[in-house]
């Protein structure tokens, strides 16, 4: 009997511990936090997909993002945009560095995580494993829901 009031305890704790969590949220246990993901569906194969996502740097030091990575994909790389005169522009973004206490918006329009050379069609309603990776060798891994092709970000 004891036995089992333990188990229930345990289970309660965990589910009020993950209740909070958005779905695809991620934690991982330092302070460093994802939170609202999400990709927009791939047209086809040849072509590439986009996920956004924020990242939630609660420590009480900077962190540097480093890379992301996906099954799904063969190549993934983080992208901003830039106006270059009056001409919008998409290009590489490097380590991404986060202050203590802030964070950082994946968005249309802005820095995005581009997954290119798939390895399987993307299409609304999938989920997709994301692997965010920082400079202390720490990696978070994400479960990303797809959203349709011309998707604004999850309803809210």
């Known amino acids: 009997m004891r036995g089992l009031i333990g188990l229930v305890a345990v289970l309660i704790v965990a589910g009020a511990m993950t209740a909070s969590w958005a779905p695809g949220a991620a934690l991982a246990g330092d302070g460093l936090r ?70 950082f918006v994946f968005k249309p329009g802005g820095y995005h995580i581009m997954l290119m050379h798939l390895k399987q069609p993307i299409k609304e309603g999938d989920t997709l494993d994301l692997s965010v990776k920082f400079s202390s060798g720490k990696a978070m891994e994400v479960k990303v829901p797809v959203l349709a092709t011309a998707a604004t970000g999850p309803k809210p």
């Open 34 to 103: 994802v939170e609202k993901p999400w990709a927009r569906a791939a047209i086809n194969m040849t072509r590439p997909a986009a996920a956004y996502l924020t990242v939630i740097n609660g420590t009480g030091k900077q962190v540097t993002l480093t890379g992301v990575s996906s099954p799904e994909a063969g190549m993934t790389m983080i992208h901003k945009m830039v106006m270059d005169g009056d001409v919008m522009k998409m290009e590489p973004a490097g380590k991404i560095v986060i202050a203590a206490g802030k964070r």
